[in-house]
């Protein structure tokens, strides 16, 4: 059975501190790896790829991925109230175009 | 760019009706879309895959006879609830992949409400 784990949270962080997110997924033939994030009533929007070891990183964003120890992070610098919202960890399923979902993180930015 | 509508957003139907939800993607081609189910509070489940120009694979436990899918063009599928019922009732999300991408792109979703 193929698995993506978050610890659901909620995570509460103060604005302008850093939110760290982490996934472990159990697929080691998966390659690529996304983050999604999920406001309430909305539905998922993407935010940040990672296909190779090492950090990537776009804007306030940093996703970062370690293939050996099958664990996926995402670190928001800065972080906002706006960016209060469920996050979703999300990992290819190896041979198939389907992708594989975390139950996600709750993250809660207070002023 | 990567934009991708869905419509109806939110619609209300008498039990034992049919309702059917369309899924586009506007401004890329899309070989593969995937429909989704989300209860509240709960994580999303992919209901199946829809490949242009074949028949949907489903996943486990979805009735492909309750829930039809078509993916008539690069651009647009459709899901349809047949004889809903309110256990129907939930948030449906469409979501497409670009060719050769596995990122996903979501739809902005359909609140089904069966009454």
């Known amino acids: 059975q193929k698995e993506v784990e978050q610890n659901s949270g909620p995570l509460s962080v103060p604005e302008g501190a850093i939110a760290s997110l982490n996934c472990t997924y159990s697929?080691?033939?998966?390659?690529?790896f996304f983050w999604y994030r999920q406001y309430s009533g909305k539905s998922p929007e993407l935010i940040m790829s990672i296909y190779s070891n090492g950090d990537q990183e776009d804007g306030r964003f940093t996703a970062q991925l370690n293939k050996a120890s099958q664990y996926v992070s995402l670190l928001i610098r800065d972080s906002q109230p706006s960016d209060s919202a469920t996050y979703l960890c999300a990992a290819e399923v190896y041979n198939t175009d389907k992708l594989i979902f975390g139950t996600g993180t709750r993250l809660q930015v207070f002023p | 760019g990567a934009v991708v509508s869905q419509h109806p957003s939110r619609v209300i139907c008498k039990s034992g009706t049919s309702v059917k939800i369309e899924c586009r993607s506007l401004?890329?081609?899309?070989?593969?879309m995937f429909w989704y189910r989300q209860f509240p509070k709960q994580s999303l489940m992919l209901m199946a895959t829809?490949?242009?120009?074949?028949?949907?694979?489903?996943e486990q436990g979805v009735e492909k006879d309750k829930f039809l899918i078509n993916h008539a063009s690069l651009t647009l599928s459709t899901l349809t609830v047949t004889s809903a019922h309110p256990e129907d009732s939930s948030f449906y999300i469409c979501?497409?992949?670009?060719?050769?991408?596995?990122?996903?792109?979501f739809g902005p979703g359909t609140r089904l409400t069966v009454t």
């Open positions: 697929d080691r033939g998966s390659q690529s």
């Open positions: 979501s497409a992949s670009p060719p050769g991408g596995f990122e996903q792109y």
């Open positions: 829809s490949n242009e120009g074949s028949k949907a694979t489903y």
């Open positions: 401004d890329f081609q899309a070989t593969t």
